[in-house]
């Protein structure tokens, strides 16, 4: 199999950690804690965490004693069971979620700040104490509608501070909660929503991106129309459209209303909290279940020693409640840090509407994407020179490869105060598997090393280590975060399949990585089928369901192609109808059909007309053989011709290949 080249390598740092940074940084303070706790000499970072996935117990174990994490009962064992898959953390412990939360209600200040684009409505911030308030009158009004420990919650919003809220109510009872944002249409979320049988939606009546509001009230409607098991609807006013009331249909204003008591009901550790759902590349997407307590240990880890974020700092993520960043950025509530919610475009009113955000509020970390990044470089912004970023400490970069370029050109304007903090994980572990360590140089081409307790390492397709080449990014040691299971998978024969099949025991997370000499990571994009860009996972079955109901459509293929520059190609190969022929009529009614049925983010870069969509011989479209040909691989070296219905496409597929490398 053809595997992408390794990077040409700066040989300088475009971050280096000065000693205030060494000595503010928390991950520092935690390993002179480790010494003075356990008598434990760890040098540096790279001793810390050789010692964080040799000693996985004591290390864990040692998390919890250090975060003061609540619990009603604590078991004796913290792993019970430590095979993948199926290993089992904290048994017989009780918790929940939400205390670490709550013990943090009486700071000053505020908790969630509700931003919007300049025009755009906003319900207010919201301080910690009331924020307790407000989730304790949403988790009565929860129980008022019937619902119970293990019920299905979901929502239907944009990042806005309700969202958050009704996700600390649902789970301060019990139930499980989802989540799906405005962007996705009804027939996107309902694919994932329907398999859940929910009690309650929870809706705004539209969102603002790109200086229009984008009403969603029949979307809506058709979400109630075909969620039986609905026993209320919860509206949350965004957009000022006027919404028909009914006796199942709950205002915001009432359902958030009075004083009630909250005291958060305990639950195992392994207790769902929500359900994630993966882009769903064949068939419905798949519903990850992962735990509260595994949830907690991990992003209080992450947040606290990678994030590097403190009590009454501010985080400030572009992020949309599809993604799971949406999730982590939860995670800044549970050490006492406030969230920025922002319903809008990073780039509207001007390119630079991020970066201002990040100086109104003084943000301390920003979390954003490449994209944004080499959308700001081309604009000609200057973040630091235009915008007061006094308090930006680290610039958190995830959702797909950043540049090189892209990143030297971040370091060169943000200033050494500030840390390129580039990352990769997953909705999988609703985390990081590499991050930043603000103790460790930043390299432009490189994520600075794996992060605390996880087991990282690469392998060949024999299932061998390998170093200075690439290979498959695995996990060879359980993490707190992994799925608990997938939703209607009572065997788990599905969650086995999707991670364990290929190295039994290990997981196998679909990446290309090379570990270098120093431990630091390159990322060399997805090795799977599924669609990464700007760090939402789609799925190729949504476009496809979409694009193949038109009758001039025969047959589609999507794939998502990393390029050699950190850019990221996403085109969609049609086989028409006979007699039909591409057209800019035709090419439109594509890509609105996408807009429309799937998200504006599924739209392709580039709709072309091939005569045929190959596949193998029991029917599967050929994506990731597609994928590789078209990053130059050649048909023979990616697959078995023979196994192909129509091996003359192939040819097709190269010569399109051959033909954009040459102008590349």
Request: charged letters at 20%; a negative charge.
């Given at each position: 199999?053809?595997?992408?080249?390794?990077?040409?390598?700066?040989?300088?740092?475009?971050?280096?950690?000065?000693?205030?940074?060494?000595?503010a940084?928390?991950?520092?303070?935690?390993?002179?804690?480790?010494?003075?706790?356990?008598?434990?000499?760890?040098?540096?970072?790279?001793?810390?965490?050789?010692?964080?996935?040799?000693?996985?117990?004591?290390?864990?174990?040692?998390?919890?004693?250090?975060?003061?994490?609540?619990?009603?009962?604590?078991?004796?064992?913290?792993?019970?069971?430590?095979?993948?898959?199926?290993?089992?953390?904290?048994?017989?412990?009780?918790?929940?979620?939400?205390?670490?939360?709550?013990?943090?209600?009486?700071?000053?200040?505020?908790?969630?700040?509700?931003?919007?684009?300049?025009?755009?409505?906003?319900?207010?911030?919201?301080?910690?104490?009331?924020?307790?308030?407000?989730?304790?009158?949403?988790?009565?009004?929860?129980?008022?509608?019937?619902?119970?420990?293990?019920?299905?919650?979901?929502?239907?919003?944009?990042?806005?501070?309700?969202?958050?809220?009704?996700?600390?109510?649902?789970?301060?009872?019990?139930?499980?909660?989802?989540?799906?944002?405005?962007?996705?249409?009804?027939?996107?979320?309902?694919?994932?929503?329907?398999?859940l049988?929910?009690?309650?939606?929870?809706?705004?009546?539209?969102?603002?991106?790109?200086?229009?509001?984008?009403?969603?009230?029949?979307?809506?409607?058709?979400?109630?129309?075909?969620?039986?098991?609905?026993?209320?609807?919860?509206?949350?006013?965004?957009?000022?459209?006027?919404?028909?009331?009914?006796?199942?249909?709950?205002?915001?204003s009432?359902?958030?209303?009075?004083?009630?008591?909250?005291?958060?009901?305990?639950?195992?550790?392994?207790?769902?909290?929500?359900?994630?759902?993966?882009?769903?590349?064949?068939?419905?997407?798949?519903?990850?279940?992962?735990?509260?307590?595994?949830?907690?240990?991990?992003?209080?880890?992450?947040?606290?020693?990678?994030?590097?974020?403190?009590?009454?700092?501010?985080?400030?993520?572009?992020?949309?409640?599809?993604?799971?960043?949406?999730?982590?950025?939860?995670?800044?509530?549970?050490?006492?840090?406030?969230?920025?919610?922002?319903?809008?475009?990073?780039?509207?009113?001007?390119?630079?509407s991020?970066?201002?955000?990040?100086?109104?509020?003084q943000?301390?970390?920003?979390?954003?994407?490449?994209?944004?990044?080499?959308?700001?470089?081309?604009?000609?912004?200057?973040?630091?020179?235009?915008?007061?970023?006094?308090?930006?400490?680290?610039?958190?970069?995830?959702?797909?490869v950043?540049?090189?370029?892209?990143?030297?050109?971040?370091?060169?304007?943000?200033?050494?105060?500030?840390?390129?903090?580039?990352?990769?994980?997953?909705?999988?572990?609703?985390?990081?598997?590499?991050?930043?360590?603000?103790?460790?140089?930043?390299?432009?081409?490189?994520?600075?090393?794996?992060?605390?307790?996880?087991?990282?390492?690469?392998?060949?397709?024999?299932?061998?280590?390998?170093?200075?080449?690439?290979?498959?990014?695995?996990?060879?040691?359980?993490?707190?975060?992994?799925?608990?299971?997938?939703?209607?998978?009572?065997?788990?024969?599905?969650?086995?399949?999707?991670?364990?099949?290929?190295?039994?025991?290990?997981?196998?997370?679909?990446?290309?990585?090379?570990?270098?000499?120093?431990?630091?990571?390159?990322?060399?994009?997805?090795?799977?089928?599924?669609?990464?860009?700007?760090?939402?996972?789609?799925?190729?079955?949504?476009?496809?369901?979409?694009?193949?109901?038109?009758?001039?459509?025969?047959?589609?293929?999507?794939?998502?192609?990393?390029?050699?520059?950190?850019?990221?190609?996403?085109p969609?190969f049609?086989?028409?109808?006979?007699?039909?022929?591409?057209?800019?009529?035709l090419?439109?009614?594509?890509?609105?059909?996408?807009?429309?049925g799937?998200?504006?983010?599924?739209?392709p870069?580039?709709?072309?007309?091939v005569p045929?969509?190959?596949?193998?011989l029991?029917?599967?479209?050929?994506?990731?053989?597609?994928?590789?040909?078209?990053?130059?691989?050649?048909?023979?070296?990616?697959?078995?011709?023979?196994?192909?219905?129509?091996?003359?496409?192939?040819?097709?597929?190269?010569?399109?290949?051959?033909?954009?490398?040459?102008?590349?």
């Open positions: 199999m053809t595997r992408p080249d390794q990077s040409t390598h700066d040989s300088s740092p475009i971050w280096i950690p000065q000693s205030a940074d060494l000595e940084a928390n991950i520092e303070q935690f390993r002179c804690w480790l010494g003075e706790r356990y008598g434990l000499h760890l040098a540096d970072y790279r001793a810390l965490h050789d010692w964080s996935v040799n000693r996985l117990e004591l290390f864990w174990s040692s998390l919890w004693e250090y975060f003061d994490v609540r619990a009603s009962d604590r078991g004796d064992q913290v792993l019970g069971e430590s095979r993948m898959p199926g290993a089992r953390w904290f048994p017989g412990t009780r918790l929940n979620y939400v205390d670490q939360v709550l013990r943090h209600e009486k700071l000053p200040g505020l908790a969630l700040i509700d931003e919007s684009e300049p025009g755009g409505q906003t319900a207010g911030s919201l301080s910690w104490a009331e924020l307790r308030r407000q989730v304790a009158a949403v988790a009565h009004t929860l129980r008022g509608l019937g619902v119970q420990k293990g019920d299905r919650i979901v929502g239907y919003l944009p990042d806005v501070p309700q969202a958050i809220v009704t996700f600390l109510a649902t789970a301060s009872i019990g139930a499980v909660w989802s989540v799906c944002g405005q962007e996705y249409s009804a027939q996107a979320a309902l694919a994932r929503f329907e398999q049988e929910p009690a309650v939606l929870v809706a705004t009546d539209g969102y603002y991106y790109a200086g229009r509001s984008h009403g969603r009230l029949d979307a809506v409607e058709q979400m109630r129309r075909n969620l039986p098991t609905l026993r209320g609807t919860i509206m949350v006013p965004r957009v000022g459209r006027d919404v028909e009331t009914s006796s199942d249909l709950i205002p915001w009432e359902a958030s209303a009075g004083e009630h008591t909250l005291a958060p009901i305990p639950v195992d550790f392994d207790h769902p909290l929500w359900v994630l759902f993966s882009s769903g590349t064949t068939g419905k997407p798949k519903g990850i279940l992962h735990g509260h307590g595994g949830v907690l240990l991990e992003h209080l880890k992450q947040i606290t020693f990678h994030s590097n974020l403190r009590t009454l700092d501010t985080y400030l993520g572009f992020t949309s409640p599809s993604w799971m960043m949406w999730n982590y950025q939860i995670a800044a509530l549970l050490v006492g840090a406030r969230v920025v919610c922002y319903d809008g475009s990073p780039g509207h009113p001007h390119p630079d991020l970066w201002a955000l990040a100086s109104r509020h943000a301390t970390v920003l979390q954003t994407s490449p994209s944004y990044l080499q959308a700001s470089e081309a604009a000609g912004v200057r973040p630091a020179a235009e915008h007061d970023l006094s308090s930006l400490r680290s610039l958190s970069v995830t959702g797909s950043l540049a090189p370029s892209t990143a030297r050109w971040a370091a060169r304007e943000l200033g050494p105060r500030v840390i390129i903090a580039s990352s990769s994980g997953g909705t999988d572990v609703v985390s990081g598997f590499i991050g930043a360590v603000p103790t460790l140089p930043v390299w432009a081409e490189e994520l600075t090393a794996p992060c605390l307790g996880v087991a990282l390492d690469s392998f060949d397709p024999e299932g061998r280590s390998v170093r200075g080449q690439v290979g498959e990014l695995v996990v060879t040691k359980p993490l707190p975060s992994m799925p608990i299971a997938f939703w209607g998978d009572p065997d788990g024969s599905r969650l086995r399949a999707s991670y364990f099949e290929t190295f039994p025991g290990v997981w196998r997370h679909g990446d290309w990585i090379t570990i270098t000499e120093r431990g630091s990571v390159i990322m060399h994009g997805r090795s799977d089928a599924t669609l990464n860009r700007n760090g939402v996972r789609m799925g190729s079955a949504d476009i496809y369901q979409v694009v193949e109901r038109l009758p001039e459509v025969a047959e589609s293929l999507v794939v998502g192609v990393e390029q050699p520059d950190g850019g990221y190609w996403m969609l049609v086989a028409l109808t006979e007699g039909t022929e591409m057209s800019a009529h090419l439109h009614r594509i890509t609105s059909a996408i807009r429309e799937a998200s504006p983010r599924h739209v870069d580039e709709v072309v007309a045929g969509i190959p596949h193998t029991t029917g599967k479209k050929l994506e990731v053989p597609i994928k590789r040909i078209l990053q130059g691989a050649s048909p023979e070296s990616v697959l078995d011709t023979q196994s192909v219905d129509n091996p003359s496409l192939l040819d097709v597929f190269a010569s399109i290949a051959r033909g954009r490398n040459s102008t590349v």
